[in-house]
């Protein structure tokens, strides 16, 4: 099956410092990636829609300015953290959706990204 | 807006019995599809089951089978012959046309030996 890689898997950073999550998809273009947040023992909200050669569509609540979202190809996707705050510390979640954009694809998840602020 | 509700944050269940996870959900889009993933401790999501708003039949996938009723706007997760490693996370979620998905508040199985 298709597969979403994401880097790196856990990460602590010193507050005030900016932090990088990648997210790719290795066996197929994916125009339309999704980054999601999801605190200890909840559900995941979506943060942003991130599609190809565009800028991302945040959810309402979401700092665009906090949560910088690059993607450049069809394979990669960039979360950035910047000025990170021990309030960011969350496990970020990435998943992709192919250039057939078939709705009864499963969605293709990332491994996730445990960030931990200190 | 489309909503989700999973109302059991925990389930019990003995090892080699069946258990039904409960899910509902809210749309106006005629078109949907609805899904259930497995999130164990680690924190990957790990796809289960899907099931398209046009599909006649429920979906199987080995041990796992999803019952939809439609008109009650259910899609309730039962799996079969539950093993200890069935114990984690489990979330109901519905993807629009636009690929954005939404998902429940997760249901967490204990499989007891």
């Known amino acids: 099956g298709a597969v979403v890689s994401q880097h790196p898997s856990w990460v602590i950073c010193k507050s005030g410092t900016s932090v990088k999550i990648e997210c790719r998809s290795l066996d197929f273009q994916a125009t339309t990636m999704f980054w999601y947040r999801q605190f200890p023992k909840q559900s995941l909200m979506l943060m942003a829609t991130s599609n190809e050669g565009s800028k991302a569509t945040y959810e309402q609540g979401v700092e665009k300015d906090k949560f910088l979202i690059n993607h450049a190809s069809l394979t990669l996707s960039t979360l950035t953290v910047t000025s990170a705050h021990p309030e960011d510390s969350s496990f970020y979640i990435c998943?992709?959706?192919?250039?057939?954009?078939?709705?009864?694809?499963?969605?293709?998840f990332g491994q996730g990204t445990r960030l931990t602020v200190v | 807006a489309q909503k989700i509700t999973q109302t059991q944050p925990g389930m019990f269940v003995q090892e080699k019995e069946a258990v039904t996870l409960d899910c509902t959900y809210d749309?106006?889009?005629?078109?949907?599809?609805l899904f259930w993933y497995k999130q164990p401790s680690s924190g990957e999501m790990i796809f289960l089951i899907y099931q398209g708003s046009y599909d006649q039949q429920n979906a199987t996938e080995g041990r796992y089978s999803l019952n939809f009723q439609k008109a009650r706007k259910s899609a309730n997760l039962v799996i079969s012959a539950s093993q200890l490693g069935d114990s984690a996370m489990y979330f109901c979620a519905m993807r629009d046309g636009a690929g954005k998905s939404t998902f429940g508040d997760g249901t967490t199985l204990t499989v007891k030996p």
């Open positions: 749309t106006s889009d005629p078109s949907y599809g």
């Open positions: 998943s992709a959706r192919d250039v057939v954009g078939r709705l009864n694809t499963e969605a293709f």
